[in-house]
């Protein structure tokens, strides 16, 4: 009903900077949140940022507050990550998803309120 597709990872070292675009399509009418979570080796999934995608307001995880943005082009389907002053700790996949089901975004980045996923994108940071 909904894909996403995840764009822009790569290897940065620390303290750059990094854009992650993530492109939707299908029955994106439905989609009132999307989000960017990421999956570090041995570590749980984590969301790390969330958008309405019909009011605009955003959520941060703690760990990236400050550091990250989350934007939208709803004219585009488009949702982005913009990730400055990137640590090693940054290192993970980080995936694209989209709640199509719920009224409001969850702010506590829970990944289960999330129905639809990205295959992932990798970031490395280096010293």
């Known amino acids: 009903q909904v894909q996403l597709v995840e764009s822009g990872g790569g290897s940065v070292q620390a303290g750059g900077s990094l854009r992650l675009s993530c492109e939707a399509s299908g029955y994106t009418y439905r989609i009132i949140c999307m989000g960017w979570f990421r999956q570090a080796p041995g570590k749980e999934r984590e969301g790390v940022a969330g958008?309405?995608?019909?009011?605009?307001?955003?959520y941060y995880a703690d760990s990236v507050k400050g550091r990250f943005t989350i934007s939208q082009d709803n004219a585009k389907n488009m949702v982005y990550l913009q990730m400055n002053s990137l640590k090693l700790e940054d290192t993970a996949i980080y995936y694209c998803a989209a709640d199509a089901s719920g009224r409001w975004c969850d702010a506590n980045l829970d990944p289960r309120k999330f129905g639809f996923w990205g295959q992932g994108t990798q970031v490395t940071v280096s010293s």
């Open positions: 958008i309405s995608a019909v009011i605009g307001t955003t």
